[in-house]
């Protein structure tokens, strides 16, 4: 079992910054793949970022790139996803999730058997 508890959601202006972060507790946290998504409303849950069980491999959505960027510190447990030039598109709930069964980034949502109970993040334009 793994729990997931995120942070740092809010209210933010366009081109604002904020940093989400994810606490995990259960599994041995460095033994497998992270990742981050988001659902607006009206709309499918999608990837945003993911993360391999070290750190050293990152994967992020083609309408992030460049401004969100995954990291991770196993020795606290803690998944983070720092958001830059936020614009009114990235307005969503935005979930943790942990993927036990892999090491290496994945980009699917089937891949990841928990998930947080979500942060709303609002940007207003």
């Known amino acids: 079992q793994v729990q997931l508890v995120e942070s740092g959601g809010g209210l933010v202006q366009a081109g604002g910054s904020l940093r989400l972060s994810c606490t995990a507790s259960?599994?041995?946290?460095?033994?497998?793949?992270m990742g981050w998504f988001r659902q607006a409303p009206g709309k499918e849950r999608e990837f945003v970022a993911g993360?391999?069980?070290?750190?050293?491999?990152?994967s992020s959505a083609d309408s992030v790139k460049g401004r969100f960027t995954i990291s991770r510190d196993n020795a606290k447990n803690m998944v983070y996803l720092q958001m830059t030039s936020l614009n009114a598109e990235d307005t969503a709930v935005y979930y943790c999730?942990?993927?036990?069964?892999?090491?290496?980034?994945?980009?699917?949502?089937?891949?990841?058997?928990?998930w947080g109970q979500g942060t709303q993040v609002t940007v207003s334009s």
């Open positions: 993360i391999s069980w070290r750190g050293g491999s990152t």
């Open positions: 259960g599994r041995t946290f460095s033994n497998y793949a």
């Open positions: 999730a942990a993927a036990p069964k892999y090491r290496l980034v994945v980009r699917t949502a089937n891949a990841y058997d928990y």
